[in-house]
Structures are given as structure tokens and as C-alpha cells.
């Protein structure tokens, strides 16, 4: 079982990285999940996931999530295989074996936790980013910054 301090990782390359490790069948346990980053203008991932929220009908679904924890899920989810007729059950399994927490649960706070190699915010060459705890604040309709 590994234990990922998500704290200023870039969450697209620790979802990679992630993904990759539960289709081996590594159990994976992510903590800090509102902590990550996402790289880019903080107005235009907001209109990116604004505009995904639109599509659909407001209440017959399918919602989207807005948890910070979710949120990194829902990522971790679109790096894995769901075709219903190769290797959808595969990509299930995967997924089941990895959980997100928002902060460190009380369980986990004698754990040694890991970084991902290549996924820290120090690599990017922007000062452009967001973290995904205010991404999730503005989803759910807080005060824009």
C-alpha cells in the first residue's frame, strides 16, 4: 500500500503516475487531495469546468463532482480504461483500489507518505495555477478570488 502527499503536486501528472500504479494492483491511498494543483489561468479552468457543468440537464445529471477529494478521483478515473467490452472491469478494479481524503485522516497519521517523482509544482514554468480546494470553492458558487 502506498500512502501520496498531494501537496503541491500537479494533479494531471500524479494522476498519471497513480493510474498507472493501480492497474499493477497497487493499492494507493491520497492525501491532502485540496492541496494539488492544476496548471493554467485560474478564469479559464474555471470556464473549462463551468462549461462541462452546462452540458447537461440540471436535474437528471450527470453531476459533476465539486469535493476536492472527488475532484482528484474524477481525474484519476479518465486516466483508466472503461470500455464496456475489453477492459472496463479492469479500469473498475483499478479505481476501487485507490482512495482520496481531504487533509490526513486520523488513521494515517503515522504513515510515511511518498512524492510523486515529476509531479512537483516546481517543474512548472508559470506562476499560472489553482489549487483544486479553490477550484472547489468556486464550483460550488463561493466568492470568486
Known amino acids: 500500500m502506498k500512502f501520496i ?5 500537479i494533479v494531471g501528472r500524479m ?12 493499492e494507493i491511498v491520497i492525501v491532502n487531495c485540496e492541496k494539488a494543483i492544476m496548471s493554467g489561468k485560474p478564469q479559464m ?4 469546468y463551468r462549461t462541462r457543468e452546462k452540458r447537461v440537464q440540471p436535474f437528471q445529471g450527470p453531476f459533476k ?17 472503461r470500455s464496456p467490452w475489453t477492459e472496463g472491469s479492469r479500469g473498475r478494479m483499478a479505481l476501487s483500489r485507490v482512495k482520496c481524503y481531504i487533509g490526513v485522516p486520523m488513521e494515517f497519521n503515522d504513515k510515511k507518505f511518498e512524492s510523486v517523482q515529476g509531479a512537483e509544482a516546481s517543474r512548472l514554468k508559470t506562476q499560472n495555477h489553482l489549487t ?6 468556486l464550483l460550488r458558487g463561493r466568492k470568486p478570488w
Open 132 to 137: 483544486i480546494g479553490r477550484l472547489s470553492q
Open 65 to 81: 463532482k465539486r469535493m476536492p477529494d472527488r475532484l482528484v478521483k474524477f481525474i484519476i478515473r479518465g486516466m483508466l480504461p
Open 45 to 48: 479552468i474555471l470556464t473549462r
Open 5 to 9: 502527499d498531494a501537496t503541491d503536486l
Open 15 to 26: 494522476a498519471n503516475k497513480v493510474a498507472k500504479l493501480a492497474l499493477e494492483g497497487e
